[in-house]
């Protein structure tokens, strides 16, 4: 493959930030307890970090043109590498916020890696199997959120604790950068000939930005949660708990990279209302017996590659700027996502806050639908 270079340094910038954002949801129960702090004020650890990761992505019409997505990936693995360490010396510290700190220089590099990784799997990938290549991208995602549970479970075997865990996750940024030096940038300067602004088209992109935010919302709730609901809700002990997590990871993998590999003709619209569908009856079985709650994974494991592909396709010129609009609605999205769940769990309890997936869910359906018929108009308008 020509861009090989390229679109694997897409997927090894995505291991690096999984490893972090998972690590983040498996050691939760714990960093509440380590620092003695509330579920709302502990959520901050995941909210501060969106809050970053979306100035990131509002940003992204200076940073993108100026840089180009392999320098930029660079800068990226520089904050995520500091900003992971830093998390680990709050906790030698006791000092929580000294890890928010360090945790927001993290969402930083998240940012501007949700861009890139994006843009060069899209862009690098030959575009007859565009769509599979980049379900690889997040089945990637799926194999690291795998693992992070893991490696987090080895350094407790070998009488460790979550701080070294964050501290150790520099490696892998660090890995990713030098790798970075090797690459070439092949479409930087398609970047800055395309750049710009999109007239008329604010309340289409607000829709565009609402129905994947609500999603990657509920997915990054069910993953970050999990844990934590099973826990307090259940009395799940840690390691049954930890196990679930794994299996929400093991069903999300199993998705993204079965779809990766098969080659399915449905279009990207029905594959997000079956995705999206079939997601919120396999959740509302988890009431009955605890194993649906990962197995939803399976069914959302498709749906943001396929968002993304969606976007690619609708806007082929412009899909880096619809992309990086997108992008700032997830941040907004999982931010307050992040600080509402805190608050239901911190005044109702795990198990209603846990429910806020519902709300998350069928925001997504509707605003898809409205999405689909002003990206019609919108071209419509653009032919005459």
């Avoid at 390229?6 to 509440?32: K, Q, T």
């Avoid at 000294?98 to 949700?114: C, N, P, Q, R, V």
């Avoid at 199997?129 to 194999?143: E, P």
């Avoid at 939803?296 to 590659?305: G, I, K, R, V, Y």
Wanted: hydrophobic share 50%; with cysteine; net charge neutral.
């Amino acid at each position: 493959m020509k861009n090989f270079g390229y679109v694997s340094l897409g997927y090894l910038s995505l291991v690096a930030l999984s490893l972090i954002d998972n690590g983040r949801g498996s050691v939760y129960p714990e960093l509440l307890q380590y620092f003695q702090i509330r579920p709302d004020k502990g959520s901050l650890i995941f909210s501060l970090m969106s809050i970053t990761s979306f100035i990131a992505y509002l940003t992204t019409s200076f940073w993108l043109p100026s840089f180009g997505p392999v320098r930029a990936t660079r800068m990226a693995m520089v904050m995520m590498g500091i900003g992971t360490f830093g998390i680990g010396l709050g906790g030698d510290f006791l000092n929580f916020d000294l890890s928010l700190f360090f945790g927001a220089w993290a969402g930083f590099g998240f940012g501007i890696t949700g861009i890139t990784m994006n843009f060069m799997v899209d862009n690098g990938a030959p575009s007859e199997h565009k769509r599979r290549y980049l379900s690889g991208l997040h089945g990637v995602y799926g194999v690291a959120s795998l693992l992070a549970p893991q490696i987090l479970s080895l350094f407790y075997f070998l009488n460790s604790d979550w701080i070294h865990f964050f501290k150790f996750l520099l490696i892998p940024c660090a890995l990713v950068f030098i790798y970075s030096f090797f690459i070439e940038d092949t479409h930087h300067d398609e970047i800055k000939e395309n750049d710009g602004s999109m007239p008329n088209a604010f309340l289409m992109n607000l829709m565009i930005g609402l129905f994947a935010g609500f999603y990657v919302a509920s997915e990054i709730m069910l993953s970050s949660r999990l844990k934590f609901y099973l826990v307090e809700a259940h009395n799940y002990s840690d390691i049954n708990a930890n196990n679930y997590l794994s299996y929400f990871f093991l069903f999300l993998m199993l998705g993204r990279l079965g779809f990766a590999f098969l080659n399915i003709k449905l279009s990207s619209n029905k594959l997000i209302y079956i995705s999206l569908l079939t997601s919120l009856i396999c959740f509302s079985l988890g009431q009955f017996h605890h194993i649906f709650y990962p197995m939803t994974a399976l069914f959302m494991s498709f749906c943001f590659p396929v968002i993304v592909d969606w976007i690619s396709n609708n806007f082929p010129k412009k899909n880096h700027v619809v992309l990086a609009q997108t992008m700032s609605y997830i941040g907004v999205s999982i931010a307050i996502m992040h600080f509402v769940f805190g608050v239901i769990a911190d005044n109702f309890g795990a198990k209603d806050a846990i429910n806020f997936f519902y709300f998350l869910n069928i925001g997504s359906i509707i605003f898809f639908t409205i999405a689909i018929a002003m990206v019609k108009k919108y071209h419509q308008k653009s032919s005459l």
